[in-house]
């Protein structure tokens, strides 16, 4: 079975501050993908990352995937309320046709 | 937008009762997936299909049944409804070639 850590769970910051959620395994994974949810709806793919090493930016957000493909990151620069919301990682193990989620990180943004 | 709709959008049954999620899809994906979602257990698979008539299960998939007979719907059952069934389901589709997921706006399941 492989297993997604996400850390922190619950994350409640200023407005224009930085932060950086993390996703862990000991499994390797062939991708990693960012999703975030909002409140009453389903998750919205922010990312896929899928070498080791890689770093994508997206506006103020970067994703980072590990060198050896077990973990990843993502950076929140100058945090806005727009960001609140839960922040799902999930990894694509080799061979497989169905992603490994982890339990989330909710981050709220305080104006 | 992957038109994906799901119904019903909220259900309140009663322990021991079957209950039938459907999702259904306008774009002709052929993997369509169904996960439940509860607080601090992110999304768990349930089951999947990768065209019609083949599924396969996925971590949590205990108490719940799965039919494809169409492209564009999947239906979920739940022979026997359980409180621990009490949960959000979502339905998704993948598209990419790293299974990226499409996912509905969800169902609402409350079992009493």
């Known amino acids: 079975t492989q297993l997604l850590e996400q850390s922190p769970q619950f994350l409640s910051i200023q407005e224009g501050e930085n932060l950086t959620v993390y996703c862990n395994s000991s499994s390797v994974f062939s991708s990693l993908q960012w999703y975030r949810q909002e409140p009453g709806e389903g998750p919205v793919l922010l990312v896929t990352?899928?070498?080791?090493?890689e770093v994508k930016k997206l506006k103020r957000l970067t994703f980072q995937f590990g060198d050896a493909r077990k973990d990843s990151s993502l950076h929140i620069t100058a945090a806005q309320p727009g960001d609140t919301g839960l922040y799902l990682c999930a990894g694509l193990g080799t061979g497989r046709r169905a992603l490994t989620f982890g339990s989330g990180t909710r981050l709220q943004v305080q104006p | 937008d992957a038109g994906i709709t799901q119904s019903p959008r909220h259900k309140v049954t009663e322990t021991g009762t079957p209950v039938t999620l459907r999702c259904h899809q306008t774009?002709?994906?052929?993997?369509m997936y169904w996960y439940r979602q509860d607080p601090g257990h992110g999304l768990r698979l349930i089951h999947y299909s990768y065209g019609v008539k083949d599924t396969d299960k996925g971590e949590v998939s205990d108490g719940y049944s799965v039919s494809r007979s169409k492209t564009e719907d999947f239906l979920l059952t739940l022979e026997s409804a359980t409180s621990s069934q009490t949960s959000v389901y979502f339905c998704a589709i993948s598209a990419g070639s790293s299974y990226e997921q499409y996912f509905g706006p969800g169902t609402r399941l409350t079992v009493t």
């Open positions: 774009e002709n994906h052929r993997y």
């Open positions: 990352v899928v070498t080791g090493g």
